[in-house]
T-cell receptor, first 114, second 111 residues
């Protein structure tokens, strides 16, 4: 099993630009989670999906952030426009809905907004 | 809302000694408690977990204990090795699909 796949692994962009982060969950997993990790705030849940449907987006910081899951094997997290305070490591995780609460994390995308 | 507190934030132990990290949670309905290890530049990886119907679980040098009455759980690492150096996160599952994470403990093993 390849595990959760995220791309890109590193992203450097300028303030105001659009950023798109991508995630491929583990095959057969039907829950997907997007987290943000910073030194100040730790690991924060941004949004999660069950069977491709967004269930809870209360962690999304503001309207500049949006997430989609068009099918069971792909999700995107988009920031438009990006700001320096969005600099963080963004993780995607997946799990089996109602089969196990165990979440498996991807390697993360390290985002730097200048 | 759900809250998980983790202590200490940093911990240094001599190689071969034991390390203990403690977490408390707020919601007595919590039923699942995983521990994750995060190495530099990597995502958190599950190392052990425990469910609310069990008081202790062990996997080689790693063990987790759960005290439901006091609402706290602990990670114990025995015979520590340099490769145990990492940041460790506890988490609690509160009956929905979400996990709430502690703030992390940076463990350093001194050779």
């Amino acid at each position: 099993d390849a595990g959760v796949i995220q791309s890109p692994r590193h992203e450097v962009t300028e303030m105001g630009q659009e950023v798109t982060l991508r995630c491929k969950p583990i095959s057969g997993h039907n829950s997907l989670f997007w987290y943000r990790q910073t030194m100040m705030r730790g690991l924060e849940l941004l949004i999660y999906f069950n069977n491709n449907v967004p269930i809870d987006d209360s962690g999304m910081p503001e309207d500049r952030f949006s997430a989609k899951m068009p099918n069971a094997s792909f999700s995107t997290l988009k920031i438009q426009p990006s700001e320096p305070r969005d600099s963080a490591v963004y993780f995607c995780a997946s799990s089996v809905l109602r089969g196990s609460e165990t979440q498996y994390f991807g390697p993360g995308t390290r985002l730097l907004v200048l | 809302g759900e809250n998980v507190e983790q202590h200490p934030s940093t911990l240094s132990v001599q190689e071969g000694d034991s390390a203990v990290i403690k977490c408390t949670y707020s919601d007595s309905a919590s039923n699942y408690f995983p521990w994750y290890k995060q190495e530099l530049g990597k995502g958190p990886q599950l190392i052990i977990d425990i469910r609310s119907n069990v008081g202790e679980k062990k996997d080689q040098r790693i063990a987790v204990t759960l005290n439901k009455t006091a609402k706290h759980f602990s990670l114990h690492i025995t015979e520590t090795q340099p490769e145990d150096s990492a940041v460790y996160f506890c988490a609690a599952h509160f009956g929905n699909e979400k996990l709430t994470f502690g703030t992390g403990t940076r463990l350093t093993i001194i050779p």
